[in-house]
């Protein structure tokens, strides 16, 4: 068996974003309410669970594209699973995630983003977009209810999409949207889905997460 027989898309790519877990340098707005190395932790399963669902889903090669100390145990355990551990390059998070599509598109036919802070995101979500893609779109998004995006898929990059954008802001999905239609993009929007940032947003997870635990 060769290894692009284990996916469905061999030649798409999962890129997930990580930051070595460091304490005050991750999830810093919720640890502002629960303690940096709550926080901290809390980010460690999070970022477990997200690689966790890139890889079973075999849908594509994963790649983990690293900001911070690529040397963190962590970093290296979960590159261990994946196809390649990257250093993000660039000097804002708009450049960073350009230069990640862009490096991976030139030897894939389609790249699909996503941080690690969005706790509900499942294979089927990562299936869509990749059909969508497969199917000859050239944008998807996974828009996110403050008005961000938990999720952006192209099968080319456009950097329009990235520099001097307001993010962090409710005004990025609404940007992104009126960017592409002036490239005249065709794009999906999946269904929207919710980020982890603030200590309810915690309370969230931990109440839709129990019911699973106990059925």
């Known amino acids: 068996m060769t290894r692009d027989s284990l996916y469905r898309y061999p030649a798409g790519r999962l890129l997930v974003f990580a930051r070595a877990p460091v304490p005050g340098q991750v999830k810093t707005r919720l640890g502002a309410e629960v303690g940096m190395q709550q926080a901290a932790d809390f980010y460690v399963q999070m970022l477990r669970a997200t690689v966790a669902t890139a890889l079973a889903a075999r849908l594509a090669p994963v ?12 970093l ?11 250093t993000q390059t660039g000097d804002d998070l708009g450049e960073r995630m350009c230069n990640a599509l ?20 499942s ?17 998807v998004l996974g828009p996110a209810e403050d008005g961000g995006y938990v999720l952006v898929g192209a099968r080319r990059c456009d950097p329009e999409l990235f520099t001097d954008m307001p993010w962090s802001t409710d005004r990025v999905m609404p940007e992104t949207r009126l960017r592409l239609q002036a490239l ?18 915690l309370a969230r997870w931990q109440a839709e997460a129990r019911p699973a635990a106990n059925s």
């Open 102 to 121: 862009h490096g991976s598109l030139q030897h894939a036919d389609f790249a699909v983003l996503i941080g690690s802070d969005c706790p509900v995101m």
């Open 63 to 74: 790649e983990l594209h690293v900001a911070g100390d690529s040397r963190h145990p962590l």
């Open 123 to 139: 294979g089927d979500y990562l299936t869509r977009a990749c059909e969508r893609l497969d199917a000859g779109d050239e944008v």
């Open 184 to 201: 005249d993009r065709q794009y999906t929007e999946l269904e929207t889905l919710w980020d982890l940032d603030t200590a309810e947003d």
């Open 76 to 86: 290296g355990e979960l590159a261990r699973d994946t196809a390649r551990l990257i």
